[in-house]
């Protein structure tokens, strides 16, 4: 069977941080219902549509969707990463991630029926809530957040990631069934 073809999607990395608050992301829970990922927490993002023209529209429209945050400037955002779902799987996605800051003076809102709750994090907290069971991440969330526990804050992050290559990232699927899981390549296992 020949693999589905991945879609075109964008997603945000929502920062902020204060003199007091170490760097934090915003997180949104998807509805529980939802056929893909439900009930996990996601940075915002989704497919590219036909009118959103390129990936950076495509994000701002995303956050504005899902979080209820109005970026300003789609060419302010900074390209961060991008992960191409596994082959073998039936729902796929090439999935270029940006980092922003979170606009001044606004809250994020949820829509209630694509996302149900959010919350801003610092990656530390958001890997325990995970171990701990009270946060659902998703692999490409929760390998997003290991890469950026070293930094302190947005500035120094945004500033590492500025005009740096972006490699495309293709988890392999292993094992099948319940014991299926991704790795990452070059990862043991």
Do not use: Y
Not at 26 to 49: D, H, I, K, Q, T
Not at 85 to 95: G, S
Not at 97 to 110: D, H, S, T, Y
């Amino acid at each position: 069977m020949k693999p589905v073809q991945p879609r075109q999607a964008a997603s945000v990395i929502l920062l902020r941080h204060g003199d007091d608050v170490a760097l934090e992301v915003l997180l949104a829970r998807r509805n529980p219902a939802s056929r893909f990922m439900g009930g996990a927490w996601v940075f915002p993002g989704g497919a590219l549509e036909p009118g959103d023209g390129t990936l950076r529209a495509a994000a701002v429209r995303e956050v504005a969707e899902e979080a209820g945050l109005q970026l300003a400037d789609p060419g302010a955002l900074v390209p961060f990463s991008r992960w191409i779902t596994p082959a073998p799987l039936p729902i796929r996605f090439d999935t270029h991630f940006f980092l922003a800051v979170a606009p001044a003076g606004q809250e994020p809102r949820i829509d209630g029926a694509e996302m149900v709750d959010w919350g801003w994090f610092s990656p530390a907290a958001a890997l325990a809530g995970h171990r701990d069971g009270a946060l659902d991440l998703v692999f490409p969330t929760i390998k997003h957040l290991e890469q950026l526990l070293p930094f302190a804050g947005a500035r120094e992050l945004l500033a590492w990631a500025r005009g740096r290559a972006i490699v495309p990232v293709e988890p392999e699927l292993r094992g099948e069934g319940e014991h299926a899981r991704l790795v990452l390549p070059g990862e043991p296992g």
